[in-house]
């Protein structure tokens, strides 16, 4: 009877565990303000963890039809591509050489794999969004996040001539 009430218990937790869970498509929704559901999952992951959550998440999602663009155009919170200097030093790096060309400053990216690559490749036509999660009231946002000693930002990156979206969050 102990063995068939323990059996009962811990797949009930188990069950309990995965209805909690949101799918990637989910969680990409609920960040950036789309609906992403019809997306599929090209790549998934997230090193958040441990006692504070520091961590870089990205999720890749592939969409079939111009659904989730006009979503994206029509929603207001995205911007047309070229990027601004600071997702660009997020996202890719930058590098700015002074007035007089004696010194150059290289800043980012900070969105990498472990061998220090981008984690979004290269988009020439597209749209994007920077969400700082850590702006304060009344305080500077944008640019100002490269000048912090910590980052919590989402960025999402839609590559309109492969119908893909990006979603990364990085969290220090």
């Not at 999720?59 to 155009?73: M, N, P, R, T, Y």
């Not at 009231?137 to 980052?151: C, N, P, V």
Request: with cysteine; glycine share 12%.
């Amino acid at each position: 009877m102990k063995k068939i009430g323990m059996s009962l218990m811990l797949a009930l937790a188990v069950l309990l565990t995965a209805c909690g869970r949101q799918t990637a498509q989910k969680s990409v929704s609920a960040a950036l303000g789309l609906d992403a559901s019809a997306g599929e999952v090209l790549r998934s992951e997230d090193s958040h963890g441990g006692f504070h959550g520091d961590g870089t998440a990205c999720v890749i999602l592939q969409f079939e039809d111009g659904a989730i663009e006009e979503q994206i155009k029509e929603s207001g919170d995205w911007k047309a591509f070229p990027l601004e200097e600071t997702v660009q030093a997020l996202v890719y790096g930058v590098t700015r050489t002074n007035g007089d060309g004696s010194a150059t400053e290289s800043i980012g990216p900070y969105l990498t794999d472990e061998e220090g690559e981008p984690l979004v490749p290269e988009i020439r036509k597209g749209y994007y969004r920077l969400i700082d999660r850590q702006a304060e009231e009344g305080k500077a946002t944008g640019a100002d996040i490269l000048h912090r000693a910590s980052f919590n930002f989402t960025v999402g990156l839609y590559d309109a001539e492969k119908n893909i979206l990006y979603f990364c969050e990085m969290d220090t």
